[in-house]
């Protein structure tokens, strides 16, 4: 009996403490993310109301360029350094990556680069979120924790779902594991961050789709057809990402003629090609895709863009570009799979993100907050299947493979450090050496 008293006096102080630290975690995160979508709507409408901006999109990428090489090489890293650091403690994340990410973003915003923001928003939550550990000097297993508490408040309140920013903060670490050390705070996090932003006057855009078939032996078996594309197409955009960013660094040391050379080339693709639908975050294409059918290359056009913009340099995230490339490529494949256009749109919006940022459970709840709880079952489907076959590639390069995926591959390693000649069928599975190779995100 005493031990069932103390061992309840424990769980009462660590719930305590836990929810009250992740309460000022996600009032900060979410209001710097009700900031940040607030300056965002603003570029957007900025830029669309000038558009000639884009040709000045070659001097924002130096400008931001210059300011990490100058003020932001210590933070350069992004997402994969957070969860570099997650893995293996070294060193506090600095405060500054939150406001050189904040600005960076919006000004790739602003001159019509094509990137994302939850990036933005997973980076301002986990800074934030590390002076608390900082602050109370915190062990290295807390530390972690209050990370993961802080990409979930960012993702959360970024795109209005607060059960897929809960999981994701704890599912995006490693491929094959999720750490429930931190479920507690990562749920309450990500709901009082959603709620922030909502008071703050943060409006989501709404989703809607409107015929959601049965799920008969033909339709379950389009769905499989359907995932397995989604995830090939996850596989070529990092994988495209990834070898633009080599090439580059490669090629030109002096960071920021990077994106300067990006910004160049699409200014110029835009301003020829009339491709003004493939920049920015793209949330009315989005929209339509779930409304009626688009023009079949829309989802390349987009890829294309993006790994551009992204493998250059500029600043922001790939889950948003992810959502439009799925959901343009679902609205392209439903006529051939005999599939309502809404449908499969809505299907590709959330299984391309599964299959690039290995989360399919996070992305399975994302699309039932999204578009209802009806499409769950066909959702859990898609991002499987786009998971499975996206295979050892991602965004993230910085997330650990923690058990076999699709081929045995040496376990304990990141994605950065596995390369094709290392996947043979007869790999070792035992834990290999870690790297903090960051990538530039």
Not at 50 to 56: E, K
Not at 90 to 112: E, N
Not at 151 to 171: C, N, Q, R, W
Not at 268 to 285: F, K
Request: glycine share 10%; net charge positive.
């Amino acid at each position: 009996m005493r031990q069932h008293h103390i061992f309840t006096n424990n769980s009462f102080l660590y719930l305590v403490r836990w929810l009250f630290l992740a309460f000022l975690i996600a009032i900060l995160s979410g209001s710097a993310s009700a900031l940040f979508l607030f300056a965002l709507e603003w570029a957007t409408t900025t830029r669309i109301s000038h558009r000639g901006l884009i040709w000045l999109l070659p001097v924002a990428g130096f400008t931001v360029g210059w300011l990490y090489l100058r003020f932001g090489s210590a933070v350069e890293g992004g997402n994969n350094l957070i969860i570099e650091e997650i893995h293996h403690p070294r060193q506090h994340i600095q405060l500054r990556m939150a406001p050189l990410v904040f600005c960076g973003t919006v000004i790739s915003h602003l001159f019509g680069a094509s990137v994302g923001r939850e990036g933005s928003a997973v980076q301002m939550g986990a800074s934030i979120a590390d002076q608390f550990a900082r602050l109370f000097r915190m062990s290295s297993d807390s530390r972690r924790i209050v990370l993961m508490t802080g990409i979930s408040a960012g993702f959360s309140s970024v795109f209005g779902t607060p059960l897929a920013g809960a999981i994701f903060g704890l599912e995006v670490l490693s491929i094959g594991r999720i750490n429930c050390n931190a479920i507690l705070p990562c749920i309450f996090a990500a709901i009082v961050a959603d709620r922030t932003g909502i008071l703050w006057g943060v409006h989501h855009t709404h989703y809607a789709v409107s015929l959601i078939p049965s799920l008969t032996p033909r339709v379950l078996a389009a769905i499989v057809i359907a995932g397995g594309l989604f995830g090939l197409t996850a596989q070529v955009f990092a994988n495209s990402t990834h070898a633009i960013n080599a090439v580059m660094k490669k090629h030109i040391a002096y960071a920021p003629l990077r994106p300067f050379i990006g910004g160049i080339v699409v200014a110029t693709a835009v301003m020829v090609s009339g491709g003004d639908r493939y920049i920015g975050l793209g949330i009315p294409v989005i929209v339509d895709a779930l409304q009626h059918p688009l023009a079949p290359w829309d989802f390349a056009c987009k890829l294309v863009y993006t790994v551009i913009s992204l493998g250059t340099g500029f600043k922001g995230g790939e889950v948003t570009p992810l959502f439009y490339i799925g959901a343009t490529l679902g609205n392209a494949l439903a006529p051939l799979l005999h599939l309502p256009v809404g449908f499969l749109a809505a299907l590709g919006f959330v299984a391309l993100f599964a299959g690039a940022a290995n989360t399919p459970i996070a992305s399975t709840l994302m699309a039932i907050e999204l578009f209802g709880a009806g499409i769950g079952i066909s959702a859990a489907l898609a991002c499987a299947v786009a998971w499975l076959v996206s295979g050892y590639t991602g965004i993230y390069r910085s997330q650990r493979i923690d058990n076999i995926k699709c081929a045995a591959v040496p376990l304990g390693g990141t994605l950065a450090t596995l390369s094709p000649r290392k996947r043979a069928p007869d790999a070792p599975s035992r834990p290999a050496v870690n790297s903090s190779e960051g990538e530039n995100k």
